[in-house]
């Protein structure tokens, strides 16, 4: 979508949205869980720019606490006990996870898979019948992956320990996205060991809110919040020196 066009769809999105928010100030706090990226520049930029959407949300009445917590399983855990209101990043459509998911935020890149060298490449799901594939501990996955019965799921507590699993031969392959896996290789140097497979599957990302009246109000705040950010520059100001792939 070109700049301009950006700016209208926003500017109208805005006004829409913030009829029904303004106003609608809620007691107390709401507390929001910022989880991991396996990218600390990128996982900065996200604490950042949440910081700045809280500053928008407390001006209009309802002040936030923010809490990191760098393993997803326990930040999916502290969401869906309700010990928190909000949840970021979160990949929009995931039915996995409880609650709704407000204006996307920006997109991940997508999943590529990963052989040892010696096996052969694998470029889709498809490919993965029959074999045993490596994934991480709360994290998302598409849902082909997660419901075909012929595929053996194991879970390990970092891509880096899938890795390690994939060069000892106790899993045929795992997942991962690609920024993630080019990363790995460059700390690791570990082109000549792994086949990696084309790119699929990207997913926009947005903050996730529970299914009820409360979190309803709070996803009207954060709207209005997000959109106004984009439209004085400050989205592309706090994303400008990450990998983060943006949608406005």
């Given at each position: ?63 936030c606490e923010l ?162 950010l984009v439209l ?17």
């Amino acid at each position: 979508m070109r700049a301009p066009a950006v700016r209208m769809a926003v500017a109208a999105m805005l006004f829409v949205v913030s009829l029904g928010a303004r106003g609608q100030s809620l007691p107390g706090a709401c507390d929001v869980v910022v989880g991991p990226t396996s990218d600390e520049a990128l996982t900065q930029a996200n604490l950042d720019w949440t910081r700045t959407v809280l500053d928008r949300v407390e001006a209009m009445g309802t002040p936030c606490e923010l809490y990191v917590i760098n393993a997803w399983a326990r930040a999916n855990k502290m969401f869906a006990d309700g010990e928190a209101e909000v949840l970021f990043p979160e990949i929009v459509g995931d039915r996995t996870q409880p609650g709704m998911t407000g204006m996307p935020v920006a997109r991940t890149h997508g999943f590529v898979l990963v052989t040892a060298k010696g096996a052969s490449r694998i470029d889709g799901i498809r490919g993965l019948a029959g074999k045993t594939v490596g994934v991480v501990r709360g994290r998302f996955y598409p849902s082909e992956l997660r419901n075909d019965p012929s595929i053996e799921l194991e879970e390990a507590r970092s891509f880096q320990q899938n890795v390690d699993k994939l060069l000892y031969g106790r899993i045929d392959a795992t997942i991962e996205y690609r920024q993630d896996v080019m990363a790995l290789l460059a700390r690791r140097d570990l082109s000549e060991q792994l086949n990696i497979g084309d790119e699929f599957g990207g997913r926009r990302l947005a903050y996730r809110f529970h299914l009820t009246r409360q979190g309803a109000r709070l996803m009207a705040l954060f709207n209005v919040a997000i959109s106004e950010l984009v439209l004085d520059g400050t989205y592309h100001r706090i994303f400008e020196d990450s990998t983060q792939e943006l949608v406005y």
